[in-house]
């Protein structure tokens, strides 16, 4: 796949990863379009550490292309979201209302949704 990446000094490049397979309560999307934000700068820029090599974008939308063993809220063909939404107590009612379906996608997400490693 295509992915725009975060670089050792700081810049973003276009590169291939190749994918490595699904673990238990993952899901794959083909991604059709991706929003680049000031969060994504942040991680090109290195201030939450050192990820270079990590891939850019959390706010996308896509189809669903596998879902591995565990994952009960989508299937082959749906239409889901990447947010960044990844910590919560479910107490603010702004969370408890708008998040809860978000909340139940894990399964497509984690920190900076893509801030995972998938190669």
Same mark, same amino acid.
């Given at each position: 796949?295509?992915?725009?990446?975060?670089?050792?000094?700081?810049?973003?490049?276009?590169?291939?990863?190749?994918?490595?397979?699904?673990?238990?309560?993952?899901?794959?999307?083909?991604?059709?379009?991706?929003?680049?934000?000031?969060?994504?700068?942040? /991680?090109?820029?290195?201030?939450? %550490?050192?990820?270079?090599? *990590? =891939?850019?974008?959390? #706010? @996308?939308? $896509?189809?669903v292309?596998?879902?591995?063993?565990? /994952?009960?809220?989508?299937?082959? %063909?749906d239409?889901?979201? *990447? =947010?960044?939404?990844? #910590? @919560?107590? $479910?107490?603010?009612?702004?969370?408890?209302?708008?998040f809860?379906?978000?909340?139940?996608?894990?399964a497509?997400q984690?920190?900076?949704?893509?801030?995972?490693?998938?190669?």
């Amino acid at each position: 796949m295509k992915a725009i990446v975060a670089t050792k000094d700081h810049r973003a490049a276009v590169v291939k990863k190749e994918l490595r397979p699904l673990q238990p309560g993952e899901a794959l999307l083909e991604m059709e379009c991706c929003g680049v934000c000031h969060t994504d700068l942040h /991680v090109k820029n290195a201030d939450f %550490g050192d990820v270079s090599g *990590v =891939v850019l974008g959390h #706010e @996308g939308i $896509g189809v669903v292309k596998e879902v591995a063993p565990g /994952v009960t809220s989508l299937k082959v %063909g749906d239409r889901a979201n *990447v =947010v960044w939404f990844f #910590e @919560g107590d $479910g107490h603010v009612p702004q969370v408890v209302k708008h998040f809860v379906e978000m909340l139940k996608m894990r399964a497509i997400q984690q920190m900076v949704g893509c801030l995972k490693n998938v190669s």
